[in-house]
């Protein structure tokens, strides 16, 4: 069964400083890895997407992949209060050939 | 250009009471899902639809079906609702099944009584 772990958080970090996301899957044949931002009442927004080893970065954010360790992270810089979300992590790949969510970390920038 | 667009935002069943929840996209993606929102089970996927003319189960499909109406537009039913229905459900599309980014719709929010 593919699994995708986040910590729950709360994260809470000061206005400014860098968020550091985490996730981690099961399935060592993924292929494909998605951040989503999902601001509370809203629908998920897809923010990044990852396929290679290596760093990702677009803009303040920065995606970073580690196939071996199956670890997947998000880095934010600056964060901003507007940042504050819960920040999904989505792994594709496998014989299901489907896309599975992480439960979601919920981060809070204060200002 | 709208995305993905889901009829209604919010609706109030009593049990045994059927609705559907319409979906459409403008982006001409050929990939379709539904999955259900509950709080501390992440997002689950209830049924998807590869292309238009196929549809599939997926984690928690008991209690619905689908119909791909046509490219553009996908459908969820429930016949009989239970409160165990109670969730946030959110249409999404892709341009093909497989790697590729899933765009999501603004989400129904259903209660079941």
């Known amino acids: 069964q593919k699994e995708v772990e986040q910590n729950s958080g709360p994260l809470s970090v000061p206005e400014g400083a860098i968020a550091s996301l985490n996730c981690t899957y099961s399935d060592r044949v993924s292929q494909s890895f998605f951040w989503y931002r999902q601001y509370s009442g809203k629908s998920p927004e897809l923010i990044m997407s990852?396929?290679?080893?290596g760093d990702k970065e677009d803009g303040r954010f920065t995606a970073q992949l580690n196939k071996a360790s199956q670890y997947v992270s998000l880095l934010i810089r600056d964060s901003q209060p507007s940042d504050s979300a819960t920040y999904l992590c989505?792994?594709?790949?496998?014989?299901?050939?489907?896309?599975?969510f992480g439960k979601g970390t919920l981060l809070t920038v204060n200002p | 250009n709208a995305g993905v667009t889901q009829t209604p935002k919010f609706q109030v069943l009593k049990t045994g009471q059927s609705m559907t929840l319409q979906c459409a996209q403008d982006m001409n993606h050929n990939s379709m899902y539904w999955y259900r929102q509950d709080p501390g089970m992440g997002l689950r996927l209830i049924y998807y639809?590869?292309?238009?003319?196929?549809?599939d189960k997926g984690e928690v499909p008991n209690g619905y079906n689908v119909s791909r109406l046509n490219k553009r537009e996908f459908s969820l039913r429930l016949e009989s609702a239970a409160p165990s229905q109670t969730s946030v459900y959110f249409c999404?599309?892709?341009?093909?099944?497989?790697?590729?980014?899933?765009?999501f719709g603004p989400g129904t929010r259903l209660t079941v009584t």
């Open positions: 999404a599309s892709s341009r093909d099944r497989g790697d590729y980014e899933q765009y």
């Open positions: 989505a792994v594709f790949g496998g014989s299901n050939y489907k896309l599975t």
């Open positions: 639809s590869a292309s238009e003319g196929t549809t």
């Open positions: 990852i396929y290679s080893n």
